[in-house]
């Protein structure tokens, strides 16, 4: 069974910069990863993903032009840079497989923007 384990979080001041890791138990080389997102009292959403190979990538538009997803499938690793940001990316992120997730989560990582 596929385990993710995300990190890199922390509380950082508007217009810093974090740089998340999300790190697989098993092989992703086939499989398209996403990074989610869920602030308190919201539902998690999807907020950018990258396809296999890593050679196609998309974002919601609340963070395009901000955020870069990138991977390392010899390290079963995704990253998720993300600059400039807003007290508005305060939220636990996750990473699993897209379009489905799988049934199991890892336990995030906080990021909170704050001054």
């Known amino acids: 069974q596929m385990r993710f384990v995300e990190s890199g979080g922390g509380l950082v001041q508007p217009g810093g910069s974090l740089r998340l890791s999300c790190r697989a138990s098993r092989s992703i080389s086939n499989l398209d990863i996403g990074w989610y997102r869920q602030a308190p009292g919201k539902q998690r959403d999807m907020v950018a993903r990258i396809s296999t190979g890593g050679n196609s990538d998309y974002y919601v538009d609340s963070v395009k032009g901000r955020f870069a997803i990138s991977r390392n499938n010899t390290l079963n690793t995704v990253y998720l840079m993300m600059n400039s940001l807003k007290p508005e990316d305060t939220a636990v992120y996750y990473c699993?497989?897209?379009?489905?997730?799988?049934?199991?989560w890892g336990q995030g990582t906080q990021v909170t923007v704050s001054s």
């Open positions: 699993n497989n897209v379009p489905t997730p799988f049934r199991v």
